[in-house]
């Protein structure tokens, strides 16, 4: 499971990194510290060695996703860059914690019954932000996340 995605990835408190009069550089900052919160988070998520860790894994990785989601949403986008970052990183990213949360309900729903959980295994959502525009824009933290 990507870690993003269900992180994208990406996410906590913003801490208040500047970025002067540069709307894009205040907006790379804060969205790569949000990033780089939900990365550590999933980083440090252990892999699910169990079809009972399964679902543990699946509902943290989804709170880190949508925690960063909402975080990366608050921020206040560079004005000339607003409709490229919402339709290759923000509208994207709102498909993937979908995705995430429609994958958690089945993973909820298959209520530790090994040989469903393991069928759900082959449809894990894919990631469907645009990493390379991401890395691209100068959200590189963000780009791994996704990746």
């Known amino acids: 499971m990507k870690r993003l995605l269900l992180v994208v990835p990406v996410l906590l408190v913003l801490s208040a990194c500047g970025g002067g009069d ?15 919160t ?12 169990s079809v009972a860790s399964l679902e543990v894994y699946v509902d943290t990785v989804v ?8 975080d990366l949403l608050a921020l206040d986008l560079p004005e000339d860059d ?6 290759k990183l923000l509208d994207p990213l709102a498909v993937d914690v979908t995705a995430g949360k429609d994958f958690q309900a089945k993973v909820q729903a298959a209520g530790g019954d090994g040989s469903k ?21 100068g959200l590189t933290t963000c780009a791994e996340a996704i990746a």
């Open 22 to 36: 540069d709307p894009k550089a205040a907006f790379v900052a804060k969205a790569e510290a949000i990033c780089a």
């Open 38 to 49: 939900a990365k550590k988070a999933a980083d440090e998520t252990p892999q699910p060695t």
């Open 63 to 70: 709170d880190i996703a949508e925690t960063a989601q909402r």
């Open 82 to 87: 607003a409709a490229d970052l919402k339709a």
């Open 117 to 137: 959980l393991l069928g759900l295994l082959s449809s894990r959502p894919k990631p469907t932000v645009d990493a390379a525009y991401a890395k691209a824009y």
